[in-house]
């Protein structure tokens, strides 16, 4: 499998095998059960299985270096015997890795066919069966070193040892305001690139994090305060806003 980003890996999968039974459907059988089916031998039957599939891994989400749970769903096409057929194959993993390169991988997936049934009162023709594939394995990981474990390398990796997303070349932005936490001079907080990535509720150009009346609009001269009167004392520290007076007089007018 191929690393593709963000979590994601794509991978091609082959399986070479030989059954030596299988259940075929023929109710005019003595042998059949009360279903109608009959298992049947016939000795070494050819197994072959070509896939395609697309994998999550959670391990970055449940913060583990060791553990690493997936999901995925593709498509392949299987030959058993005479009878070929095409298959859906939702399926989950479980890999224990050892060390970074090195790992126990357990797999099962289920392979929905799109095939033909077995012909009626024809119990040593295989049919084309949906089924279960199991698997367990050493599983080693080729390719660069990814010392955050985010799926880029980090000879590609601008951070190479921080958790980042492909768009921002391996590079995390945590509040999701497309701006990288490295240039984001509030990484926590939802913003915008004319405020470096900082917030700014009441829209007056001055930063949230440097307002000092950070839900009232007011002026770069005042912190972000407003002056609504037009005296020079900010509207918390007068005691009549609307109307222009001296600040001996806490920005009322003297009568």
């Known amino acids: 499998s191929r690393s593709v980003g963000n979590n994601f890996s794509v991978g091609v999968q082959g399986s070479v095998n030989k059954i030596s039974k299988f259940v075929g459907y023929d109710p005019l059988n003595s042998e059949s059960n009360s279903s109608g089916y009959i298992v049947s031998n016939p000795r070494d039957l050819k197994y072959f299985g070509i896939d395609l599939s697309v994998k999550y891994s959670f391990m ?9 749970p997936s999901l995925s769903l593709g498509g392949g ?65 080729f390719g660069g070193k990814d010392t955050d474990a985010d799926g880029i390398y980090d ?13 921002f070349n391996g590079c995390p932005d945590s509040d999701g305001d497309g701006i990288i936490n490295g240039s984001d001079a509030c990484p926590d907080a939802f913003g ?22 950070p839900y009232d609009a007011g002026f770069p001269a005042l912190k972000g305060c407003p002056d609504t009167d037009g005296d020079g004392i900010i509207d918390p520290d007068d005691r009549c806003p609307r109307i222009p007076g001296p600040a001996s007089n806490n920005g009322c007018p003297v009568n």
């Not at 970055?60 to 690493?68: A, C, F, P, Q």
């Not at 000879?155 to 492909?166: F, Q, R, S, T």
């Not at 915008?192 to 009346?213: F, H, R, S, V």
């Open 60 to 68: 970055v989400l449940i913060d583990s270096k060791t553990i690493d």
């Open 77 to 141: 096409y299987t030959n058993l015997g005479d009878s070929s057929f095409s298959t859906f194959n939702p399926g989950a993993g479980l890999t224990f890795w050892f060390n970074k390169k090195v790992g126990l991988s357990l797999a099962t997936t289920y392979k929905k066919s799109f095939g033909d049934r077995n012909v009626f009162g024809d119990s040593y023709t295989p049919d084309s069966p949906s089924h279960f594939q199991h698997s367990a394995g050493i599983t080693y990981q």
């Open 155 to 167: 000879k590609y990796d601008a951070c190479p040892e921080v958790v980042g997303l492909i768009q």
């Open 192 to 213: 915008i690139a004319a405020l470096n990535g900082c917030p700014d509720i009441d829209e007056d150009g001055i930063a949230d994090k440097d307002d000092a009346c």
